[in-house]
């Protein structure tokens, strides 16, 4: 990352990060060599990372009409759901206020009516449990240690899942060691009766869940594989390469 300069530096309770630049490209970073988040200027809908690409990738399985995001980071997921379809109510909550600002300045955070943005932390988001149910529920949350523990805990998949209209999906983003995760797996097959997953080329493990049947078919749809390529300018087939269902 030695070409990018630095053009903000932040800090909340939470630690330091900061906001790169090269000229064509922007990153929000957590910590020492760390892409939180990455944008096109030109093109923000387009999903730089493979986590991305792959967590995008639900939308093969559904066409949703509201979701959740958890973690907001620089809005990559808002930026590309914006793209493919417009009318989508998206709900997005961020435990830090300095990120949203930082999102909103720095990101080209599409802000809109159909756009919902909470300060809040996700665990009392959803132990509110006031939100509407929606189609997908992403969840991002990272810090500059990793993956948050609690997206993992038996108590945030069941009230995610509590959120969720009957066939709706659970999307997590997780390390590749998780793959691994026997207890993770059992526990979501405990609240869904199906769980895919897929390897990513930057060592994420995304993990789908849903109590839908047969959703899981437009994985092997080359025109609907097509179509969500297009629409993100980005081969989406590339990160499903190693799609399965999790056993």
């Known amino acids: 990352m030695s070409d990018y300069k630095v053009l903000h530096v932040d800090s909340d309770s939470f630690g330091d990060f900061c906001v790169l630049d090269d000229g064509d490209y922007r990153v929000l970073s957590f910590g020492d060599n760390d892409e939180q988040s990455k944008l096109d200027k030109t093109q923000p809908y387009i999903p ?5 690409q792959a967590m995008l990738s639900v939308l093969l399985f559904t066409q949703p009409k509201s979701v959740i995001i958890l973690g907001l980071g620089g809005g990559a997921l808002v930026h590309s759901l914006r793209h493919v379809d417009a009318a989508i109510k998206i709900t997005a ?11 909103k300045r720095f990101f080209q955070l599409p802000l809109s ?4 943005l909470l300060n809040q932390d996700a665990n009392v988001f959803l132990a509110d449990g006031e939100h509407k149910k929606v189609d997908v529920i992403f969840a991002d949350i990272y810090s500059n240690k990793g993956v948050d523990k609690q997206q993992l805990t038996d108590l945030f998949i069941k009230q995610s899942k509590q959120l969720l209209k009957a066939d709706g999906f659970l999307v997590l983003n997780c390390w590749k060691e998780h793959s691994r995760d026997t207890h993770l797996r059992d526990t979501l097959y405990s609240h869904f009766t199906q769980v895919y997953a897929c390897l990513t080329g930057g060592g994420n493990w995304v993990v789908y869940a849903t109590n839908g049947c047969g959703n899981f078919t437009g994985s092997n749809n080359k025109q609907a594989l097509q179509n969500l390529s297009q629409k993100l300018d980005t081969n989406i087939s590339r990160v499903l390469t190693r799609f399965d269902s999790w056993q």
């Open 48 to 52: 730089q990372h493979t986590y991305v």
């Open 93 to 103: 909550v961020e435990l830090r206020e300095r990120v949203i600002e930082v999102a």
């Open 113 to 116: 009516k159909k756009l919902t």
